[in-house]
Structures are given as structure tokens and as C-alpha cells.
């Protein structure tokens, strides 16, 4: 079973700025579409931003562009670790955030077939 641990929620003013991790202990995340997935209370989980790690092509939904960006770390060669970082957050940003992977990858988010964090609360004061 894969398992991938996601860290870095929490309470933020508005205007301010956190960072989300996204890992799979014991592996890489070399050719896979790794994305980040928000669901507020009583919304549809949508799509905020994705990668695939074989080009570093990206993904952002209009609401967070020029906001947020994913990236990825390397490792010795092999990507262990995906990140969002969220600037100018604004209390519409609040939800639980999710990171999702599918490798290889049918596309440029993860698909059907992507396994799931345990999701990550940010929360944001106006």
C-alpha cells in the first residue's frame, strides 16, 4: 500500500503564507503526477495545483496562479518530496488540502488511479 504523509497545515492570517509537504517514506516520486486537492466545507474537492516529475510540467487552477507554486526536491537524483507553497493566502484558500500521486502518469495531474494523503487543515483568518 502506498502511503504518502503530508505536512505543513495550520491557522494563517490572511495575507500570509504556508507551506505543504507531500512524501512517500521509503521511495521516490520519480515519474509521477503528484497534485494538491482542496475540499472546503460543504464544496466539491477541487484541483489547486499539480506536477509530473519526469518534465516539471505544472498545473494551477486560475484562483491560486501567481500564488501558490508546487515544486519538487532532488535527492540524489530522485524526487522524494513534493511542495506547496501558498503566499497571499486569503480565507477562501481554507479547506482541507490534500496531495494525491499516479505513477507512472496518465496525464498531468494524478488520475483514477492516484493514491491519497490523509489531508492537511489550512485554515485562514481574515
Known amino acids: 500500500e502506498v502511503q504518502l504523509v503530508e505536512s505543513g497545515g495550520g491557522l494563517v492570517q490572511s495575507g500570509g503564507s504556508l507551506t505543504l509537504s507531500c512524501a512517500r517514506p521509503?521511495?521516490?516520486?520519480?515519474?509521477?503526477?503528484i497534485g494538491w486537492f482542496r475540499q472546503a466545507p460543504g464544496k466539491e474537492r477541487e484541483g489547486v495545483a499539480c506536477?509530473?516529475?519526469?518534465?516539471?510540467?505544472?498545473?494551477?487552477?486560475d484562483s491560486v496562479m501567481g500564488r501558490f507554486t508546487i515544486s519538487s526536491d532532488n535527492v540524489q537524483n530522485a524526487v522524494t518530496t513534493v511542495y506547496l507553497q501558498m503566499n497571499s493566502l486569503k480565507p477562501e484558500d481554507t479547506a482541507v488540502y490534500y496531495c494525491?500521486?499516479?505513477?507512472?502518469?496518465?496525464?498531468?495531474?494524478?488520475?483514477?488511479?492516484?493514491?491519497w494523503g490523509q489531508g492537511s487543515q489550512v485554515t485562514v483568518s481574515s
Open positions: 521509503g521511495f521516490s516520486f520519480d515519474d509521477y503526477a
Open positions: 494525491a500521486a499516479e505513477g507512472p502518469p496518465t496525464g498531468l495531474c494524478p488520475g483514477a488511479a492516484a493514491y
Open positions: 506536477i509530473r516529475t519526469s518534465d516539471g510540467n505544472t498545473y494551477y487552477r
